[in-house]
């Protein structure tokens, strides 16, 4: 498993992917169904109607990666969302579990402290422009 920092977010999209999709593809789905950018270093998880196979997509600042898995046998519990709903946000955790086949609709959230990250990191990211 790959160790994303605190401040990388999880999406997972709902509904079914076709798992032919591969870089381009993918990509596109991140970007038009889930409407993120798919270079922002955050994480996308889409699986297949059968909940068997799943793909992660994500930038490391040089490439993008595919990651794949399938199941020999069972079934990934994707989150259930309402019908309006295309993309559920993760904790890093709840991926860990997701992947470990735990139903996260049988888990409770807990109250936690979770720093946003997000004017940290644009504040960072503004200041090495305006160092160049």
């Known amino acids: 498993m790959c160790g994303w920092g605190g401040a990388t977010r999880i999406y997972l999209a709902a509904g079914a992917t076709d798992m032919r ?7 596109g789905m991140a970007r ?6 798919p270079l922002s270093g955050h994480v996308f998880l889409f699986a297949n109607g059968q909940r068997n196979r799943l793909k992660l ?15 020999e046998k069972g079934r ?7 019908g309006e709903e295309t993309k559920v946000v993760l904790r890093h955790e709840e991926l860990a579990l997701l992947l ?13 402290y979770r720093r946003d990250m997000t004017p940290v990191i644009n504040s960072q990211i503004s200041a090495q422009v ?3």
């Open 76 to 82: 990934f519990r994707w989150p259930e969302t309402s």
């Open 32 to 37: 038009d169904r889930l409407l993120c950018d």
């Open 130 to 132: 305006t160092c160049k």
């Open 21 to 27: 999709k591969v870089f381009e593809g993918l990509y």
């Open 100 to 112: 470990g086949g735990i139903d996260l609709s049988d888990t409770q959230r807990r109250q936690w």
């Open 57 to 71: 997509l994500f930038w490391d600042g040089s490439g993008l990666w595919v990651c794949a898995k399938r199941l």
